[in-house]
């Protein structure tokens, strides 16, 4: 399963509003935790290897899982999908303070007790580093959306900054998380390059998280080792060794044999046969994930609207969710989850209709041809159509859409590749844009704002956008004004128009909302998921019991 988050079922999304209502204190961390002394080794299987280990630089969950564990943000991504604390020892709200009455200001108190893993302490000129890093358009950043809101960072005193925004921005709280591009960076370490993108940083970081990033082994595994300073209290497990399975049938075996002790990227099918394991708990867990298929709008024939409702007409995405799917999830076919409060649910998919694909197809000047297949202009309608290798869900959907595109003429061919390929930021398949169609997922924040993945802004290499879909003037408008208001009424109905523009448009069209499947050993106690799909947002939590230390 891969994911840009790349990023991404039942996720509970929350507005801006609730969760600046009251100010979340950071809590110490539980007795049983501090006092316990360090033990044992976890083995976490992954199917992507990272392309990097600077946070500032990825869009994959594995950048996002080395991130939660090697460094902070101002805030993590919480269980239910709220922010909690992180370097901040309270999230920012109006009834606190922390927010300003236009909206335009947020003021961060960070904790004085965090450290760098060098021992140097983080202090408000780090943040305002990170700032200026991200909007550093030297750094291949994947999306800058939301910090391109931030007019300046102030440093108030060594422990308070000050955010200033260009407007009211609903979705600001989500800024400076763990999830990319947000968590801090070290400005005595960073601070003297004039680019990040190729510096002894990004494959050796030095963060402020719970745990140090010992040694990377490429195409193995990533080896973590506990930060005994760490100021929220030492975690608990001794070593963290995030392991590189890019098969989901051999991560099964090894959960099987418990040669790997957790894992979040089994596929629906392996679900039945993950629940008969012995000594392994698995379960269930809906995440503000969803898996789509992207057209490539930046060029022919994929820039024809036309074209891209053929292909939707020719597919039928209730039998590939409940074929390769297995049913579990839900189904929407926009950019809002179905469970989240969030997405309109009188939207339906294209019905499957091969006849009103070929009249569009026909329309856009593709006519059958006696081989069988279309062309105009002395061309063949080809599509190379993408998805990460050894992603056994993918490719089953990849080998049904191919089989119903040919049915309408389209030569569809299959060229898939590995994570570190497909989503690489500088040159990778999706930033350059050469391909078709591509099928993988995005786990997304749970604000409702979709501008980092859709719209005129985040095109790459400005974003992620792989779609280059733009829209129109009222498109861009109502993206604006959306996650410009704190109100909710309001906000639920600007992202009820711009899903039904999104779905008339078709960039995307999404085949399901995910259900994860967390696995665990047994003795393995702590481990979850937030709805963006983070299983070390809590790694300081994480037990082992005396039998498996």
């Known amino acids: 399963m891969t994911m840009a988050l790349r990023a991404r079922a039942t996720a509970v999304v929350l507005a801006i509003a609730p969760c600046v209502a009251a100010g979340l204190a950071a809590a110490p961390p539980p007795a049983a935790f501090a006092a316990a002394g360090p033990n044992g080794i976890v083995r976490y299987g992954t199917l992507v290897e990272p392309e990097t280990l600077n946070p500032l630089l990825g869009a994959t969950v ?35 303070g922390g927010i300003s009455a236009d909206g335009r200001t947020i003021t961060y108190h960070l904790d004085p007790r965090a450290r760098w893993h060098d021992g140097r302490p983080v202090t408000a000129e780090d943040v305002a580093f990170t700032w200026h890093a991200i909007m550093n358009p030297r750094n291949n950043v994947a999306a800058r959306t939301g910090y391109d809101e931030i007019t300046a960072v102030d440093t108030v005193d060594p422990h308070t900054v000050r955010l200033r925004l260009r407007r009211a921005y609903a979705p600001a709280l989500y800024l400076f998380t763990t999830l990319f591009p947000g968590a801090i960076l070290p400005k005595h370490i960073l601070g003297a390059y004039a680019d990040l993108n190729r510096v002894p940083f990004n494959t050796a970081p030095i963060g402020s998280g719970p745990y140090r990033v010992r040694e990377w082994r490429h195409g193995d595994r990533i080896v973590f080792e506990r930060n005994p ?84 007409y020719a597919i039928d995405p209730k039998h590939i969710f409940n074929v390769v799917y297995h049913g579990v999830g839900l189904q929407a076919p926009v950019d809002q989850s179905p469970a989240g409060g969030w997405a309109d649910p009188s939207l339906r998919y294209y019905p499957t209709d091969p006849a ?59 060229k898939n590749a590995p994570g570190n390929i497909l989503f690489a930021q500088s040159d990778g398949i999706l930033t350059k844009g050469t391909f078709d169609v591509a099928f993988f997922s995005y786990f997304v924040n749970p604000d409702p704002n979709d501008s980092a993945i859709v719209g005129p802004g985040t095109v790459p290499p400005q974003g992620e956008n792989e779609t280059g879909y733009v829209g129109d003037a009222e498109f861009a408008r109502l993206q604006r004004d959306a996650s410009g208001t704190y109100d909710l009424a309001r906000r639920h109905a600007l992202y009820d128009r711009l899903q039904a523009i999104l779905l008339r448009d078709v960039p995307r069209y999404t085949l399901r909302w995910q259900s994860v499947i967390l696995v665990t050993r047994a003795g ?26």
């Open 524 to 549: 393995l106690h702590g481990v979850s998921l937030n709805p963006a799909g983070d299983a070390f947002w809590n790694v300081q939590q994480w037990t082992l019991s005396p039998a498996r230390a």
């Open 229 to 312: 300073a760490y100021f929220r209290g030492a975690p608990s497990i001794e070593r963290i060794d995030l392991e590189f399975i890019p098969d989901s049938n051999t991560l099964l075996n090894l959960v099987r044999t418990h040669e790997i002790d957790a894992a979040a990227d089994l596929t629906p099918d392996q679900l039945a046969e993950a629940r008969r394991t012995p000594g392994v708990s698995t379960t269930l867990v809906p995440v503000n994930g969803f898996s789509f298929m992207s057209f490539n709008t930046r060029r022919a024939p994929l820039s024809d609207v036309r074209v891209r409702r053929a292909l939707c």
């Open 356 to 414: 009103r694909a070929a009249s569009l197809l026909d329309a856009a000047g593709w006519k059958m041809g006696s081989d069988g297949f279309r062309s105009h202009a002395g061309n063949r309608l080809t599509l190379d159509v993408t998805a990460v290798s050894g992603s056994k869900t993918a490719e089953q959907v990849e080998v049904i859409a191919q089989a119903a595109w040919r049915a309408i003429g389209v030569d569809a061919r299959i």
């Open 62 to 96: 594995a950048v996002s899982n080395v991130s939660a564990l090697a460094f902070d943000g101002l805030v993590r991504i919480g269980e239910g999908g709220r922010p909690v604390p992180d370097l901040a020892t309270v999230v920012p709200s109006r009834e606190g």
